[in-house]
């Protein structure tokens, strides 16, 4: 959670999610030449001119041909999909288990917090004791391998993630197969982990960015799964061994489940101890479906400021955006485009107006969010209290700017490389292979799009950008959630628009202190 | 039956982990190295296995180089390297590099500075073409000082000032370090990053950015003959600098301080660090200190998560750090405990578990455990993950031009494992011996009183 290395590092910019999930492109900004120059060197030694070959920036070549990994796919009796990319460059071995749905068919906000808790619980307790082994010896035995195991809930999916050096992967298998199929759910251990999750959510509303991230999801989403960022103490306190157990055996089963298997191995070996370990896991009888009645999401009627007070911040944390696309929406690319354009990347608008011309920010973005059933898109910075208002409005501005004026083609075409160029990177890596083939399977994305994507890319218009823009990104009604001190901020965020202030858990503060009155 | 089994693979396990040469430890990235008449030290690694290529340009400047009252300046100096050359705007070095599908970012140690491109390897020159026109022309103005200086006040508030537990652990390096040179932060202070003017900007560029005091790595789809003739077109012609003066980080043995307390007005959980000051990276101990480390504190089986999460339950996290820096770095553990647990009983928990492994020593199997994660975490464990492990040219680049600017001696890419792997139970029982104890160690409890005001009298914790 935190880096306990204060004095080591301080990136330029820094690296999200994943230093390949988001970012993006252009935009020429005058020099400044009415400003003196100091400190340059000397130049380089000659008469006329010796380095007018660096005036501009040099030709390439052709680029070179670039090849997707070679993907085997099979499914076992049980309904579980298996895929092996054998990738001999580094000598060790990824393998994701992906299990959907993380959360059953919808309820009231209640049922589904409570289903919540009980699915994070399910899925981060499968590694504390399975088979014969308790959490300690799992984890020792894990480790002893040279191997790393994890397991997660999401929003979609539930996920098992486990890393291994090469030699040991037949073995790490054997313990794969415990967790999946064997998962103990040891009295003592979930006794622990409900006490610590209730104090772990305490430490998670430490952080201003989580805090904006959960407000923007609740509005956005509203009573749907995906508008909950976290358990209650209420629902956490509820559970137990027996339920969790229950849970676990009739929402998480090997039909619609995917395993991928990427890294140093044989295959044709590797799909017989897969089988081995795999075959047997058996499907529950009553499985809950992964069918939710209509979605019901919120409908904004006006630009309205959701003001979280976190009293004695140094800076503000603001997002602002709407509901947008599912992942498997055609409309999905050129928002991905327009959003390079606008604010993935340290060379797209957000970037070089906000940070680079204003210095409001030292880290501000914009990002598509989207998932299974729905997304959302918004943009977002961290700034001084003072100029919150003002780099609010600057944001505003740019989402315009996309819908009112086409894109040229030489930004438009940057956008496009520099979203190819990611694609292509995060390839290099076998965490990367497999993340984003489980995507394709969890998120309904075709079995051509690993193919398809560097073309679907390329092929997105200018025309389709403004309009994605105009459908997505330029909003009448954007939600706009800030994080800081609401003292300081309620005053010229009235400005902007009618002002709500909250607490940290979202609920709506009394009307005490002169700053909080309308 | 099942335990049986069990017992079984696990002793197949260590004889497995015992073999010469297991595939990986066969890993070897290949390289060469020359170095320019201008003194530019360059290394240059080719693998087709993807059709991209990674530059890294290192300096030999950091935070430990700064003077009193310009505490930030070698960050805020990193800065203004995107801010223009003689022949590439403001900005212009990000978009470049995006626009033509690559990734690029930069970062301030205590210790060196670093730059990457890492991009379609058939973009290689235009890399090039941006880190020499930067080496050579940086164009320095007053209002996009300004402008940085703002964007760095920002950052310092994102990553420190507005987040628990951060500010408290800068004031960890303070009580570590007495030399002022390994105290104070990279980040700095407002004040000062208020200070710096122009001409400082200019002189550290004079001083420090120079192609002697530098080391170029290229790693990925080139050509060796190729890519070295494009590195002396484009950094051939810049001038050597005068070398810059040598900075002494030298140190006591024993911590500046012992113990301290400190306010956290964003946390709602309190939390204690303890950090030994160790020797520099490839010190003779250090690869005992790093096997320590990661005995106590790395993954749920080991010494620390086991008794302070688990057993105990008095700590919802643990953390390890090794910093491992080119003087005197510091080893650390850092967790977020319960409220209704008092510091001092956290703390005797960690000393007691310290004192184990004095009186005792560590097991076989605790040794073999923590070797293979190590072998694990060369693929998995880079500064950005496994984006810069050594499964990407971008990582191997990385590496490279670390043991080439701090050991003069890139093979250790490929060594360097061994060293590890040689240290042996009574090695890691010495280092505890000789550096975990009372006088070289700093102890910081951080109070959670978020939602009171700083200062406010505190019961419980001291």
């Known amino acids: 959670m935190i880096n306990h290395h204060p004095n080591q590092e301080q990136p330029i910019t820094r690296a999200r999610i994943s230093l390949f999930a988001l970012l993006s492109l252009v935009l020429l900004l005058e020099f400044l030449s009415t400003s003196a120059v100091v400190g340059s060197p000397q130049r380089a030694r000659g008469k006329k001119q010796p380095d007018a070959w660096r005036k501009h920036p040099p030709r390439s070549d052709a680029p070179r041909p670039f090849t997707l990994p070679a993907v085997r796919e099979t499914r076992f009796e049980n309904g579980l999909t298996v895929l092996f990319v054998e990738d001999h460059r580094s000598p060790i071995v990824t393998i994701l288990v992906g299990m959907p749905p993380a959360i059953a068919p919808s309820g009231g906000i209640a049922e589904l917090t409570s289903q919540m808790a009980l699915a994070e619980a399910a899925a981060e307790l499968i590694t504390e004791g399975a088979g014969s082994r308790s959490s300690e010896q799992l984890a020792r035995e894990v480790e002893t391998l040279g191997g790393r195991l994890s397991s997660s809930a999401n929003d979609d999916y539930a996920e098992v993630a486990l890393s291994v050096v090469a030699e040991n992967a037949e073995r790490m298998m054997d313990l794969l197969g415990d967790v999946l199929l064997h998962p103990a759910f040891p009295e003592s251990e979930v006794a622990l982990y409900k006490r610590n999750r209730i104090q772990t959510l305490v430490v998670q509303r430490q952080d201003p960015a989580f805090l904006a991230g959960e407000q ?32 676990y055996r009739s929402n998480f089963g090997p039909g619609g489940a995917v395993a991928i298997i990427v890294g140093d191995f044989d295959a044709s070996r590797m799909e017989i101890k897969a089988r081995e370990v795999l075959a047997g896991w058996k499907e529950p009888q009553k499985k809950s479906t992964n069918v939710r009645e209509a979605l019901d999401f919120p409908r904004a009627t006006e630009r309205r400021v959701y003001l979280v007070n976190r009293p004695v911040s140094e800076q503000a944390d603001f997002r602002i955006g709407t509901l947008a696309v599912k992942r498997s929406s055609a409309d999905y690319f050129p928002l991905l485009v327009a959003n390079s354009i606008l604010g993935a990347g340290t060379g797209s608008r957000l970037f070089l107006n906000i940070r680079e011309r204003k210095g409001y920010a030292y880290d501000v973005y914009s990002s598509v969010g989207a998932l299974r059933e729905a997304g959302s898109f918004f943009g977002g910075a961290e700034t001084r209290t003072e ?8 944001m505003i501005a740019e989402f315009h700017r996309l819908g009112a004026v086409k894109v040229g083609p030489r930004e438009l075409q940057g956008a496009k490389n520099y979203l190819n160029g990611l694609f292509s990177l995060s390839l290099s890596t076998q965490g990367g292979v497999a993340e984003r083939i489980m995507q394709i399977h969890m998120l309904d ?18 025309e389709q950008v403004q309009e994605a823009a105009r459908k997505y990104i330029l909003s009448d009604h954007p939600a706009i959630v800030v994080v800081g001190d609401a003292s300081k901020l309620a005053k010229d965020l009235r400005s902007i628009g009618p002002v709500d202030v909250l607490d940290i858990e979202g609920k709506p503060l009394k009307q005490s202190a002169p700053y909080l009155q309308r | 039956m099942k335990r049986l089994l069990s017992t079984v693979s696990f002793i197949a396990v260590i004889v497995a982990a015992l073999q010469p040469a297991t595939r990986a430890q066969t890993f070897k990235v290949p390289f060469s190295r020359f170095t320019l008449e201008n003194g530019l030290r360059v290394v240059l690694s080719e693998d087709h296995s993807a059709p991209v290529v990674a530059v890294a340009v290192y300096y030999d ?16 100096f990193e800065h203004m390297m995107f801010q223009g050359s003689e022949n590439v705007r403001k900005a212009a070095h990000f978009r470049y ?9 930069a970062a301030t140690h205590s210790d060196f500075t670093n730059f990457y491109e890492f991009l379609p390897s058939n973009q290689l020159a235009l890399a090039l073409w941006l880190e020499s026109d930067r080496m050579r022309s940086l164009k320095i103005t007053a209002p996009n000082l300004k402008n940085q200086r703002d964007a760095v006040k920002e950052e310092k508030r994102l990553s420190y000032d507005n987040q628990a537990y951060w500010p408290a652990l800068l004031k960890m390096d303070e009580m570590v370090f007495s030399n002022w040179a390994n105290a104070h932060s990279t980040i700095g202070s407002m004040s000062d990053l208020d200070a710096a003017t122009v001409t400082d900007v200019g002189s550290f560029f004079a001083t420090y950015y120079a192609p002697n005091n ?16 494009l590195v002396r077109k484009y950094f051939g012609s810049i001038p050597r600098h005068k070398p810059p003066p040598q900075v002494d980080v030298s140190e006591p043995f024993e911590v500046a301080a012992r113990t301290a307390a400190i306010d956290d007005t964003h946390a709602q959980m309190p939390a204690v660090s303890l950090a030994w000051k160790v020797p520099a990276r490839h010190s003779p101990d250090f690869y005992a200190i790093a096997m320590l480390k990661s005995i106590l504190c790395d993954g749920q089986s080991a010494r620390l998560y086991q008794k302070l999460v688990k057993e105990r339950a008095v700590s919802l996290e643990v953390q390890g750090t090794l910093e491992a820096r080119r003087g005197p770095g510091q080893v650390a553990v850092f967790t977020i405990h319960k409220p209704d647990t008092r510091s001092e009983d956290v703390q005797a928990i960690v000393d007691a578990e310290i004192e184990r492994i004095k009186a005792e020593g560590v097991t076989a199997d605790e040794l073999i455990k923590v070797k293979n994660q190590y072998r694990l975490d060369r693929f998995l464990a880079g500064s ?38 040689a240290v042996t139970a009574e090695q890691v029982r010495d280092a505890a011996r000789r550096y975990l104890v009372p006088a070289n160690k700093a102890v910081l409890s951080i109070r959670a009183v978020s939602g009171q005001t700083p200062g406010a009298p505190q019961s419980k914790t001291p």
């Open chain 1, 445 to 462: 994305l075709g079995r051509d799009y690993l193919e398809g994507y560097r073309s679907r890319i390329e092929a997105v218009t200018a």
């Open chain 2, 61 to 76: 400047v950091g935070s430990r180089n700064e003077v009193k009252g310009r505490t930030g300046f070698a960050h805020l």
């Open chain 2, 384 to 421: 950005e993950g496994e984006n810069s492990s050594l499964q990407t040219a971008l990582g191997r680049a990385l590496a490279l031009a670390e043991f080439t600017m701090f050991d003069g001696d890139p093979s250790l890419i490929n060594a360097e494992m061994d060293r590890f792997l």
């Open chain 2, 214 to 229: 530098a080391v170029l790595v290229i790693a990925g789809d080139i050509n060796t003959s190729e890519a070295e003739a």
């Open chain 1, 216 to 247: 923007f999801d609740r509005i956005v989403f509203g009573s749907h799964p995906y508008g909950i960022s976290a358990p209650t103490p209420a629902s956490i306190d509820a559970l137990d061994r027996e339920k969790i157990a229950q849970f």
């Open chain 1, 387 to 394: 100029v919150t208002a003002r780099a609010i409005r600057e």
């Open chain 2, 97 to 105: 590099i995006e626009s033509n599908g690559g990734v690029l970012n």
